[in-house]
């Protein structure tokens, strides 16, 4: 997906690192299964956590046994063996990393010429899953329309974004989809888009691309809309964390669930903050 969920690392169990790395390798696994291996190039440990979470939700229990993989072929390792659920992440992954890539093309970013490494990847995905590949292409598509029309409005601009993320959960959890899910997954959805929005900012206003909260502050760097505008950033972000909190409370988890705790409840503020951090001195320097 994005590469921002990360847990914090120092309050990780010893198990749920394990099983988080196990995961990894599991989603590696099944996206070569699903979408080929030129595929298994886009995997960020994003789909780790979402395999956690959505596999909890469902009350599947993971398969884990040791073996070897391509890269790490010397000794075997915990890895999380494929199913139904973990394939189906992979095609989301895959889609996602495909309309990342074309995105990056229309803005005449270089990495958008690596698209041509995941389309027969892509047309897997939508062969396996077209209901899940045309929640993506829509969601996008409205997102592409917000930004080219050069919304300033934060929660508009976070709603395509969120909107696919609650969908998708939706079309994974099937039966196992409830309000509290759908709104947990909306908020990781915004979240996501804002986190992005906080790490492109300065190469945005930079090249000239569309940034939200460069559209929101107008401020020509980072460190100012931050400090300008600390109020208004600080309930986005607290609002959201609390809306997580209220949300994962009322999900209810058949195995233990400190993996994905960790990662909602500490590891996404944890994030924010380090986003949030610039050194205005280094820029200057630059």
């Not at 599991?26 to 789909?47: E, N, P, V």
């Not at 890539?101 to 698209?115: H, I, S, T, W, Y």
């Not at 947990?184 to 569309?210: I, Q």
């Amino acid at each position: 997906m994005f590469g921002y969920v990360n847990p914090d690392t120092p309050y990780l169990f010893i198990k749920d690192e394990k099983l988080y790395k196990a995961l990894y390798c599991g989603m590696c696994k099944s996206i070569g299964a699903g979408c080929g291996q030129r595929a298994r190039a886009a995997l960020t440990y994003d789909m780790a956590f979402m395999s956690a979470l959505i596999h909890n939700i469902r009350r599947e229990d993971v398969q884990i046994k040791k073996a070897r993989c391509a890269i790490h072929w010397l000794k075997k390792r915990p890895i999380a063996l494929k199913d139904d659920t973990s394939v189906l992440l992979g095609c989301i992954n895959t889609a996602l990393a495909y309309y990342k890539l074309c995105d990056d093309k229309a803005d005449g970013d270089k990495k958008g010429v690596f698209r041509h490494i995941f389309k027969r990847g892509f047309k897997r995905a939508k062969s396996r899953h077209p209901e899940a590949v045309e929640i993506i292409k829509t969601q996008l598509e409205k997102q592409a329309e917000l930004e080219k029309a050069g919304c300033a409005i934060i929660d508009e601009a976070c709603e395509p974004t969120a909107e696919m993320m609650k969908k998708l959960s939706v079309y994974a959890l099937k039966e196992f989809s409830t309000e509290a899910t759908e709104g947990l997954f909306y908020d990781l959805g915004k979240w996501v888009y804002l986190a992005d929005a906080l790490d492109d900012y300065d190469k945005d206003v930079k090249k000239n691309r569309y940034n939200v909260l460069y559209n929101a502050f107008g401020e020509k760097c980072k460190c100012g809309a931050v400090e300008k505008n600390a109020e208004e950033i600080t309930y986005i972000f607290d609002s959201l964390f609390a809306d997580m909190r209220h949300k994962l409370a009322d999900i209810n988890f058949r195995y233990n669930h400190d993996l994905t705790d960790n990662i909602i409840l500490r590891g996404i503020p944890l994030k924010t903050r380090s986003l949030l951090k610039c050194d205005c001195r280094k820029q200057k320097g630059n």
